[in-house]
């Protein structure tokens, strides 16, 4: 199967704590990004990455590092988890055929 | 940067009828429009793009237009049908596809 792939699919979480979340792409693209969509359902960009290379980084906190080990890889990491860090994450990567996301990942922190 | 913003934030329409969602943005050197539909927990689906070179693009009952000289593109859907309720987003991007902005989504609601 092609595609974007994410895990997991639910985390669940104390404030205080540290998570990851994995991304894979088998498209072959060359950029990856992540998403923040609210319970508004806003989708606001976090990073985007080119070829394992930050490229856009829009004014996250410096506790989510995002890590790209190479370019279909794009993993998050959270540190010191707060409340307001809940939301679904996407991952998403693009070609000049257009941008495909992830399943996401809907993270809860208590 | 980049502003785009998407009307209307919820729209009803009969099973059947034309739904039309609106969208503006303001940095003219965006040159690619791409829509996505999001069903309930679901990620969001890439359904018809336009670049800036098109003024229209059609895709079975769905179309896309854009006026460049205005900064607007639209989205129809006509013959709805209830499996077309979800949320629709728009966005633009540049060329390079390093950041798209989305606007802020607009629920669909096709009633039987």
């Known amino acids: 199967d092609t595609a974007v792939s994410q895990t997991p699919k639910y985390l669940v979480t104390q404030m205080g704590n540290d998570k990851s979340i994995k991304c894979e792409q088998n498209?072959?693209?060359?950029?990856m990004y992540w998403y923040k969509q609210d319970s508004k359902k806003f989708l606001k960009i976090m990073f985007s990455?080119?070829?394992?290379?930050?490229?856009i980084n829009e004014t996250v906190p410096n506790r989510f590092s995002p890590k790209s080990p190479d370019k279909a890889h794009l993993n998050l990491h959270i540190n010191s988890l707060e409340l307001g860090d809940s939301a679904v994450y996407f991952c998403?990567?693009?070609?000049?055929?257009?941008?495909?996301f992830g399943p996401g990942t809907r993270l809860t922190v208590l | 940067g980049e502003n785009v913003e998407q009307h209307p934030s919820t729209l009803s329409v009969q099973e059947g009828d034309s739904a039309v969602i609106k969208c503006t943005y303001s940095?003219?050197?965006?040159?690619?429009f791409p829509w996505y539909k999001q069903e309930l927990g679901k990620r969001p689906q890439l359904i018809i793009d336009?670049?800036?070179?098109?003024g229209e693009k059609k895709d079975q009952r769905i179309a896309v237009t854009l006026n460049k000289t205005a900064k607007h593109f639209s989205l129809h859907i006509t013959e709805t049908q209830p499996e077309d309720s979800a949320v629709y987003f728009c966005?633009?991007?540049?060329?390079?596809?390093?950041?798209?902005?989305f606007g802020s989504g607009t629920k669909l609601n096709v009633k039987p």
């Open positions: 966005a633009a991007s540049k060329n390079n596809f390093n950041k798209f902005y």
């Open positions: 998403a990567s693009s070609h000049p055929g257009g941008q495909f």
């Open positions: 940095d003219s050197a965006s040159n690619y």
């Open positions: 990455y080119n070829n394992k290379e930050l490229i």
């Open positions: 498209l072959g693209h060359d950029t």
């Open positions: 336009i670049r800036s070179n098109v």
